[in-house]
């Protein structure tokens, strides 16, 4: 059984963002600490997700690192019209970047700090290779 997401508000881009900010490392961290085997909606919803607004360039990003990212083919061509978005899959590099600087945007969202993101990645996983990952999150971060 797994909890699913109804939007009776919103548009495909506040989706899109909710979508960006589950796929972090940051949110995922924070899950681990509450979610074990279950995910109910009495935990679901203590996620801290933060707001989506239009004006945010912060936001504005994340929809379109997360569309990039998902939207990958002909199948996603009206939800990639409804967020603005030009269809082009990624290759693997690119890829990586863009979730390097989804982290990085995420973690702005947050208000988290630079050490903070940090000891995110040092705990997220045990004995995971973390350091140039964080090394390339961090630049984002610090743009």
Same mark, same amino acid.
């Not at 919103?10 to 085997?37: H, N, P, Q, Y």
């Not at 863009?98 to 990645?121: P, R, S, W, Y």
């Given at each position: 059984?797994?909890?699913?997401?109804?939007?009776?508000?919103?548009?495909?881009?506040?989706? !899109?963002?909710?979508?960006?900010?589950?796929?972090?490392?940051?949110?995922? @961290? @924070?899950? $681990?600490?509450?979610?074990?085997?279950?995910?109910?909606?009495?935990?679901?919803?203590?996620?801290?997700?933060?707001?989506?607004k239009e004006n945010?360039?912060?936001?504005?990003?994340?929809?379109? =690192?997360?569309?990039?990212?998902?939207?990958?083919?002909?199948?996603?061509?009206? @939800?990639?019209?409804?967020?603005?978005?030009?269809?082009?899959?990624?290759?693997?590099?690119? $890829?990586?970047?863009?979730?390097?600087?989804?982290?990085?945007?995420?973690?702005?969202?947050?208000?988290? !700090?630079?050490?903070?993101?940090?000891? =995110?990645?040092? !705990?997220? $996983?045990?004995?995971?290779?973390?350091?140039?990952?964080?090394?390339? !999150?961090?630049?984002?971060?610090?743009?």
């Amino acid at each position: 059984k797994a909890p699913y997401l109804l939007f009776p508000r919103g548009d495909e881009k506040s989706m !899109t963002f909710l979508l960006g900010i589950l796929s972090s490392i940051s949110l995922d @961290w @924070w899950a $681990r600490r509450f979610v074990g085997l279950n995910l109910n909606f009495f935990i679901f919803n203590s996620f801290p997700i933060p707001l989506f607004k239009e004006n945010c360039n912060l936001c504005k990003r994340l929809v379109e =690192i997360t569309g990039r990212l998902s939207c990958v083919d002909d199948r996603f061509a009206d @939800w990639a019209e409804k967020i603005d978005l030009k269809i082009a899959k990624p290759n693997e590099l690119e $890829r990586d970047e863009l979730m390097n600087e989804l982290d990085a945007l995420v973690a702005k969202l947050f208000g988290l !700090t630079a050490d903070q993101l940090k000891h =995110i990645f040092e !705990t997220y $996983r045990l004995n995971w290779n973390y350091e140039v990952r964080l090394e390339n !999150t961090l630049q984002y971060f610090n743009k």
